[in-house]
């Protein structure tokens, strides 16, 4: 089973040195235990382009999607073989990149 964890920050580039290293840390625990998939962290939501495909012509528009406080600052993908595991590695990654997280099955 593989799962999205998410990263909510309010800043960008926000890491410290010692959240950096930590997360670093974090990664090569990941990859030793065969739970990494892959893993990125995200530039500001004002550098994104939105797109609607939908219609008869491409719509594209400057700037994040939705407005907010917070925003998807960078993620995890986890092999993992349940929720309960999951949950685990997420709380470890949690505390090495010092933000809140949202995990999220894939379908």
Known sequence: MQYLISVIDDK?????????????AFNEQLQTDGHWVFAGGLDAPATSTVIDGRGAEPYFSDGPFLESKEYLG??????????DVALKLATAASKA????????PFL
């Open 74 to 83: 960078g993620f995890w993908i986890f092999e993992a073989p349940d929720l």
């Open 97 to 104: 990149c010092n933000r809140k997280l949202e995990v999220r």
């Open 12 to 24: 960008t580039r926000s890491a410290t040195p010692d959240e950096l290293t930590a997360v670093d």
